[in-house]
Structure formats: C-alpha cells, structure tokens
C-alpha cells in the first residue's frame, strides 16, 4: 500500500513538472513581451516631446536631447528632480551607466529633415551675423507658387529632393536598444541577429542580445529652422 501511494506521488511530482515548466516559461516571456511594449511607448513618447521641443526651437539638437531625456525619465526609474535640467541630466547619468554596462549607447536619435541640402536649395537669405542659415519659413505657400515653381522642377530642390513644405518638416528617427532580463532571450536575439544588417549601430545592439525598437515622427515646424552643423546624430552612439 505505501509503495502505491509512493508511485502515485511520484507520478504527481512528475506531472507537476511537465506543467509548471512550460506554465513559467509562458508567464516569464508575458512579462518580457509586457516590459518591451511599455518601453516602446515610452521611447515613442520621449520621441515625440524631443519633435516637439525642436519644432519650436528653430530644430536645436540641444534642446531637442533635453526634452528626450526628461520625457524618458519615468520609464527609466528616474525620481522627480527640482528643475527640468537636473531632471535631464539625472537621466543622462542613468544612460551613461547602462551605456558602461552594454557597451553602447541606450539610444540614437537622428535628424532626418531638414538635413544641410535642405538649406542649399530653400535657405532665407545669406543667414545671421555668425553665419547661420535659416530656411525659408514664412509664407511658405505663396514662395513656392511664386519662386520655387520656377526656380526648380515641380518645386523639388535638386540637392536635398524635397519641396519648400518637406524641407520645414522636422523627421526624426530614433533607435533605441532594450535589455531583456532572460538570458536565454538575450542568446536567441544573438543567434537571429542579421550579420548582413548595414546599419553598424543595430549590428552591435543584436550581437549584444539587446532588442531593437525603432520609431519615426515627423511634425511641421513652427519656427524657422536654423542650421546647427552637429551633423544628423542628436544622440550619438
């Protein structure tokens, strides 16, 4: 009787298992996919603070780095600072660690328009007393029916392709790398990482075992774009 009672728990155990195992696989992957749609919102967010603050800062990459980080704060644990600047630069602390810790940095933000072409073919004028550029901003509609119909082929600048109304769109693209917690994830993203991938930035994300999220907005500027000459990196890895 106790030798039954024995095989008979032994056989529960078992089943036990064979059930647990999978059951936990599936609760710790809910939880991976659940962290990696969170911080895909909160870098889209942070993205689009960071288009907000350049559309009215003449697309300044400083201001546009302050407002990315400080929108990034909650989503990285970061607490509440007295000013918005303390708030940005505890947050750039914060990424500088986790830069040391992965050997790269946690994001790229790129400044996909206006790009120095831009201001070759739509610049107002011969710009500041420094030199500076600005695009050609006001009346944007009546400039290009009147001049820039005329001056390029269907209002297309030949340097940068774009219209007048392309050329005062601020497009940022950003890349930002998520650290699973799963080892055993971290080794899958290695194993499927794409060695023919050109872009070297996400080619060492995924030989890292990190994940990759991508986002893209473009917004229409309200202020005139000014040419900063920091090239197309706001944050550069």
């Known amino acids: 009787m106790s030798s039954v009672h024995h095989r008979h728990r032994g056989s529960a155990m078992v089943e036990f298992v064979v059930v647990a195992i999978p059951l936990l696989l599936a609760g710790l992957c809910t939880f991976e996919t659940g962290r990696w749609l969170l911080m895909r919102q909160a870098a889209g967010y942070a993205l689009f603070e960071a288009a907000r603050a350049g559309t009215v800062s003449g697309a300044d990459p400083a201001a546009m780095a302050r407002a990315f980080e400080r929108a990034l704060a909650p989503a990285l644990g970061v607490d509440?600072?007295?000013?918005?600047?303390?708030l940005a630069t505890a947050v750039r602390a914060r990424m500088t660690r986790w830069a040391h810790r992965h050997g790269l940095h946690m994001a790229r933000i790129e400044q996909l328009s206006p790009r120095p072409a831009s201001f070759e073919d739509f610049s107002a004028g011969d710009g500041d007393k420094a030199g500076t550029r600005q695009l050609d901003y006001d009346y944007q509609r009546l400039h290009h029916d009147g001049h820039y119909l005329a001056r390029y082929r269907h209002?297309?600048?030949?340097?940068?392709g774009q219209t007048v109304f392309q050329a005062n769109t601020l497009v940022l693209r950003l890349t930002y790398l998520h650290a699973p917690y799963l080892p055993g994830l971290q080794q899958l993203v290695r194993q499927l990482g794409n060695t023919s991938e050109r872009d070297g930035?996400?080619?060492?994300?995924?030989a890292a075992g990190?994940?990759?999220i991508r986002r893209e907005i473009a917004l229409p500027?309200?202020?005139p774009a000014r040419e900063h000459g920091k090239g197309s990196d706001l944050l550069a890895p």
Not at 80 to 86: E, I, L, Y
């Open 210 to 212: 990190l994940l990759v």
């Open 80 to 86: 509440a600072a007295p000013d918005p600047d303390s």
């Open 221 to 223: 500027m309200q202020s």
């Open 155 to 160: 209002g297309v600048g030949p340097r940068s």
């Open 201 to 206: 930035y996400v080619r060492q994300a995924r």
